[in-house]
């Protein structure tokens, strides 16, 4: 079964929000602080694992092994996973769906982009026409083994080829086809964000994507504007990575970690987090049973 945590807030009307978790040391982070709701971003998760781009290159069975391990991770979260177009015709989506809550899913995204298919807030994207895409979302919501729990969320990426009125008319036509929250990628104002939330009968989800084209606005302004929920994929990544860049810099102007303007995680309180206690412990408790033997 999949996690009730996003049903049951919709149902309760609690708007909620998830960061986007790019690897796995990030992910005993977010743990320990108590996210009960995150996303696997497919941007970061491929950047992370493979150092690729986000344009269709990762594989179906490399990012069901991601969220995967992210579902096993996070221990009893609720995981929101980008599931991209699907990869590939209907039978691919079933597939993938399927696979997706095998996985720990709890909330599917699937995107109307043509494949292979692009970063939301990059050049180039190309959408498939929406009968094709209102099939898929039929599709996927078909394939769902525990549809009481599972959410699909359906986004679309036509604002920049079809116009604002083409965005709102596939969101509309998603949410009859029986998507549970829809996703209206890469909207430039708050305008569009109010007027989406406003003429679109499902929950809505905002992308607070750091660097794209979407204004970001905090928790308490989004529900303000209509949304139910909300992601911020790229916070973490970039934060590492600037991070990283920052302590690689230093490192190499002086030779030494050891700096008053690098801040370092605490080494032994990661030990903890990742579970090394347990580790221990197994060793004690064994390394005693053999000098007794």
Partial sequence: MANPILREKLARGEFFFAPGIHDMVTA???????????????????????????AGIATYTQMVDRVGTLARTM????????????????????????????AGASGIQIEDQEFPKKCGHTPFK???????????????CDARLDPANTLIIARTDALASEG???????????????????????????????????????????????????????AAELEAL????????????????EASRHALTRLKETGT????????????RFCEQIGFDEVWEFERRWAASRADA
């Fill in 75 to 102: 221990k009893g979260a609720a995981v929101i996973a980008d599931a991209d177009t699907g990869y590939g015709g209907l039978l691919n989506v079933h597939h993938t769906v399927r696979g997706y809550e095998a």
């Fill in 164 to 218: 604002f009125e083409g965005a709102i008319a596939r969101g509309q036509a998603y949410a009859e086809a029986g998507a549970d929250v829809i996703f209206l990628e890469a909207l430039t104002s708050e305008e569009q964000m109010r007027e989406a939330c406003r003429r679109i009968g499902k929950p809505m989800i905002a992308n607070m994507a750091d660097g794209g084209k979407t204004p970001i606005r905090p």
């Fill in 257 to 268: 970690s050891v700096l008053p303007d690098v801040h370092l995680y605490d080494f032994m």
């Fill in 28 to 54: 005993v982070i977010a743990r320990d602080l108590g996210y009960d709701v995150v996303y696997a971003t497919g941007y970061w998760l491929t950047a992370s694992a493979w150092g690729l781009p986000d």
């Fill in 226 to 241: 209509g949304y139910a929920c909300a992601i911020f994929p790229a916070m973490t990544a970039l934060a590492s990575a």
């Fill in 126 to 140: 190309r959408v498939i026409p929406i009968i094709d895409m209102v099939e898929k979302v039929k599709v996927t």
